[in-house]
């Protein structure tokens, strides 16, 4: 997620309101009835426009489902990806996205029109734009199943994260993992920063790296866990791409990245530029997070100043524990 507009009226919704209004099929209705509270200042229409050149994207493995739930937090929408083997009957599907049964079964029905079964869900994080629709989907996915020379499985597919309390089944997530549904080779690396669960996996047959949040196709993420974390994970995913010579990003919002230094170069310049204006400001008498987003992001578009607040409010920790 990245940002947040205003309500009608002028007052802000909070992080938590927002997270869970992605998460659900209410930004789909609000946009059919033309009004979006919670809309990018920078996508003017508001009614998915830009789904044509997203809903699609992909490489030879990986596909995007963009899920219609556009805001100022989710860009155009969460991309869910359907991975597979070319010819493989099982697909790993990341991110269901939000809880949305017009979304949901639009990616069951699409996989099942392909003569395929999805075996596996796995979440690069459990914001509810990302993970809300796993447990409905798991349900559809399994009856689908039923209709495939695979058969159903019982109980629904499994849900694997980084986060107990976003798992369906037994298994879970964590670094070093290798993921091999359907003959893949998925490779899962812990990423912190966004959130403290954020994941990261690696599609080496693709050359595709998959950040979820903590890389965006556009603009710049929004902080819930610490900086310091999140500073370490760019670091990280940088040589890691430099070392494997990755071809592509697969963001979790937004188009896909066939620059992955270029982008991971400007995110980290762009985190270091905005750490040493908040110690400019600080130093020139800035007290609070507000104050200093009032120097900081006085070219920033004034309904996006309180999700910049959270991130300022993990850069003033972050330069307190290093001080």
Avoid at 152 to 161: D, I, K, L, Q
Wanted: glycine share 12%.
């Amino acid at each position: 997620m990245t940002a947040m507009s205003p309500r009608r009226g002028g007052a802000p919704l909070s992080r938590a309101v927002m997270w869970r209004l992605a998460g659900t099929s209410a930004l789909r209705h609000l946009e059919r009835l033309g009004w979006n509270p919670v809309r990018h200042p920078d996508l003017r229409s508001g009614r998915m426009g830009r789904m044509s050149e997203i809903d699609g994207i992909g490489t030879e493995r990986a596909t995007c489902w963009l899920a219609p739930n556009p805001s100022a937090m989710t860009l155009d929408g969460t991309n869910t990806w359907v991975i597979g083997e070319p010819g493989a009957e099982e697909v790993v599907v990341v991110d269901p996205g939000p809880k949305d049964g017009v979304h949901l079964k639009r990616v069951v029905d699409g996989i099942a029109a392909q003569g395929r079964r999805v075996g596996l869900v796995i979440l690069t994080h459990g914001h509810p734009d990302h993970s809300a629709g796993a447990a409905r989907f798991s349900e559809l996915a399994a009856a689908a199943a039923a209709g495939t020379s695979g058969g159903s499985r019982a109980g629904g597919v499994p849900v694997r994260a980084l986060d107990p309390r976003h798992r369906l089944g037994d298994e879970g997530l964590a670094e070093g993992d290798v993921i091999t549904t359907g003959g893949l080779e998925l490779r899962v690396m812990e990423t912190p920063g966004h959130s403290n669960d954020s994941l990261t996996f690696w599609l080496p047959a693709d050359r595709a790296v998959l950040t979820g949040d903590t890389v965006l196709g556009y603009g710049t993420t929004v902080l819930e866990g610490k900086l310091g974390d999140y500073l370490g994970s760019l670091d990280r995913l940088r040589k890691f791409s430099e070392d494997v010579e990755a071809a592509t990003i697969l963001p979790g919002h937004g188009p896909k990245l066939d620059d992955p230094i270029g982008a991971l170069d400007y995110y980290i310049g762009h985190r270091r530029e905005r750490l040493a204006q908040v110690e400019d400001a600080v130093a020139a008498g800035a007290r609070t997070a507000k104050e200093v987003v009032a120097r900081v992001y006085s070219d920033v578009d004034k309904s996006l100043w309180p999700a910049a607040e959270w991130s300022v409010k993990a850069q003033l920790e972050y330069l307190n524990e290093r001080s």
